[in-house]
């Protein structure tokens, strides 16, 4: 079940070219399984139609404080009291202006002031109106009466200039409303994640790597800073994108892993390693392309630093989580490497099934704790498993 399942979710659109972007944003979260109520100001309705958005949400739209057929239905208040979360997408700078000066002239700004649920504002204007001091401060005041604002991104506005003003990314908007949402198990806490393969060079061209795509590592990043945690992901070669919300930093060879990730767990609540980290690299990586002729066919490797069992041996109060990939006897082995390296839980799951692991969306996995018990987590996306793992992991070792 995903984070946004069964939510009441209001969508306040304003009046800015940005409207049409609602239609997305409305997609996503009912693809999610949440339930979307729109509310167009009389500007919205310019630029976009409540037919559109009623076919998108399949519920009706709300326009008009006084529609008698609306508040009959459902009225203003029930609509703010049902909301489990408010968004407003796009929000105007005379919508942030309104709200910021507590006046409810109209539907959505009078269910902005009855709500108790999270609000959250994605601004979209033009370059030198977001710029203005009067934006600036509206967004400064409502940031610290607790509303949320996903800044706008940079680049070419409608208007024809660049700069600063496009609606955020609706995927980054989408993230935010996941994370409003979600129980915050980790709040207050700083985690460490590492993900992906790490890739060690021979040449300036070859270099040796492994198979694993950075994903299982990324969702259990990305679900800790739903639970509202600090999160550092340090990612090793991979495509993937860097999270929303939370700080990535790149990295290629095991050792730049071991030097970020061990600066990173100053500090921190919990360290994750689910990097399928190389055990080895060539003793030397040359500076110029080796030619072929010259190669004598034998690679000389040597070992990598071990960063969990060195994490291990400083532990402290830190938890350390760490995942073993196995082809056989995954419950020996796993057991095992969570004993030799200190760890307090390892997430276990099996390399040789094509349907589940490396590149998959999905995963099973089987998790051993210190304390000898263990669980199994059925096929699920890789979001769900991860959302699972770190719920387990905060009820055994990080109690709010
Ligand atoms: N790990 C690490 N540093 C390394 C190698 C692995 O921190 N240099 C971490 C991985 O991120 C993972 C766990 O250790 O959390 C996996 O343990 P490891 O013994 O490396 O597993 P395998 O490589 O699968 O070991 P083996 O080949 O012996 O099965």
């Given at each position: 079940?995903?984070t946004?399942?069964?939510?009441?979710?209001?969508?306040?659109?304003?009046?800015?070219?940005?409207?049409?972007?609602?239609?997305?944003?409305?997609?996503?979260?009912?693809?999610?399984?949440?339930?979307?109520?729109?509310?167009?100001?009389?500007?919205?309705?310019?630029?976009?139609?409540?037919?559109?958005l009623?076919?998108?949400?399949?519920?009706?739209?709300?326009?008009?404080?006084?529609?008698?057929?609306?508040?009959?239905?459902i009225?203003?208040?029930?609509?703010?009291?049902?909301?489990?979360?408010?968004?407003?997408?796009?929000?105007?700078?005379?919508?942030?202006?309104?709200?910021?000066?507590?006046?409810?002239?109209?539907?959505?700004?009078?269910?902005?002031?009855a709500?108790?649920?999270?609000?959250l504002?994605a601004?979209?204007?033009?370059?030198?109106?977001?710029?203005?001091?009067?934006?600036?401060?509206?967004?400064?005041?409502?940031?610290?009466?607790?509303?949320?604002?996903?800044?706008?991104?940079?680049g070419?506005?409608?208007?024809?200039?660049?700069?600063?003003?496009?609606?955020?990314?609706?995927?980054?908007?989408?993230?935010?409303?996941?994370i409003?949402?979600?129980?915050?198990?980790?709040?207050?806490?700083?985690?460490?994640?590492?993900?992906?393969?790490?890739?060690?060079?021979?040449?300036?061209?070859?270099?040796?790597?492994?198979?694993?795509?950075?994903r299982?590592?990324?969702?259990?990043?990305?679900?800790?800073?739903?639970?509202?945690?600090?999160?550092?992901?340090?990612?090793?070669?991979?495509?993937?994108?860097?999270?929303?919300?939370?700080?990535?930093?790149?990295?290629?060879?095991?050792?730049?892993?071991?030097?970020?990730v061990?600066?990173?767990?100053?500090?921190?609540?919990?360290?994750?390693?689910?990097?399928?980290?190389?055990?080895?690299?060539?003793d030397?990586?040359?500076?110029?392309?080796?030619?072929?002729?010259?190669?004598d066919?034998?690679?000389?490797?040597?070992?990598?630093?071990?960063?969990?069992?060195?994490?291990?041996?400083?532990?402290?109060?830190?938890?350390?989580?760490?995942?073993?990939?196995?082809?056989?006897?995954?419950?020996?082995?796993?057991?095992?490497?969570?004993?030799?390296?200190n760890?307090?839980?390892?997430?276990a799951?099996?390399?040789?099934r094509?349907?589940?692991?490396?590149?998959?969306?999905?995963?099973?996995?089987?998790?051993?704790?210190?304390?000898?018990?263990?669980?199994d987590?059925?096929?699920?996306?890789?979001?769900?498993?991860?959302?699972?793992?770190w719920?387990?992991?905060?009820?055994?070792?990080?109690?709010?």
């Amino acid at each position: 079940m995903t984070t946004l399942a069964g939510r009441e979710i209001v969508l306040g659109v304003t009046g800015g070219i940005a409207a049409y972007k609602a239609c997305e944003i409305i997609r996503e979260l009912r693809r999610e399984g949440a339930n979307v109520h729109v509310i167009l100001t009389a500007a919205g309705a310019h630029f976009i139609t409540p037919l559109t958005l009623q076919t998108l949400s399949r519920n009706p739209v709300y326009m008009n404080m006084f529609d008698l057929i609306s508040e009959s239905e459902i009225g203003h208040i029930s609509l703010a009291q049902r909301a489990h979360l408010l968004m407003i997408v796009p929000a105007t700078a005379n919508t942030m202006g309104r709200i910021r000066n507590g006046i409810a002239d109209d539907l959505l700004s009078t269910v902005v002031m009855a709500t108790a649920a999270p609000v959250l504002l994605a601004p979209a204007m033009n370059s030198q109106m977001y710029a203005s001091p009067a934006v600036r401060e509206n967004a400064e005041v409502l940031r610290e009466r607790g509303f949320t604002i996903v800044d706008p991104d940079e680049g070419e506005l409608a208007c024809g200039t660049v700069g600063p003003g496009r609606l955020a990314d609706t995927g980054r908007i989408v993230e935010m409303a996941r994370i409003l949402l979600s129980e915050k198990l980790l709040a207050g806490k700083k985690v460490v994640v590492s993900a992906g393969p790490t890739a060690e060079d021979m040449d300036p061209v070859r270099y040796l790597t492994n198979r694993s795509s950075g994903r299982m590592g990324f969702a259990m990043a990305v679900t800790a800073r739903r639970f509202g945690a600090d999160v550092t992901l340090v990612a090793g070669p991979t495509p993937l994108p860097a999270p929303p919300f939370l700080t990535t930093v790149r990295v290629r060879s095991a050792k730049e892993m071991m030097g970020e990730v061990t600066a990173a767990a100053e500090g921190a609540d919990a360290v994750v390693m689910a990097a399928a980290v190389a055990d080895f690299r060539p003793d030397s990586a040359a500076q110029k392309k080796i030619k072929k002729e010259k190669f004598d066919r034998t690679l000389a490797l040597v070992p990598t630093d071990d960063i969990l069992s060195s994490l291990g041996r400083t532990k402290g109060t830190r938890v350390l989580v760490g995942f073993a990939a196995e082809t056989n006897d995954l419950e020996e082995n796993a057991v095992e490497k969570m004993r030799r390296k200190n760890l307090d839980a390892i997430v276990a799951n099996d390399v040789s099934r094509s349907d589940i692991g490396f590149g998959s969306d999905s995963n099973e996995v089987r998790v051993y704790f210190s304390d000898g018990t263990a669980i199994d987590l059925a096929m699920a996306a890789k979001d769900a498993i991860a959302s699972a793992v770190w719920r387990a992991v905060c009820r055994k070792f990080l109690p709010a």
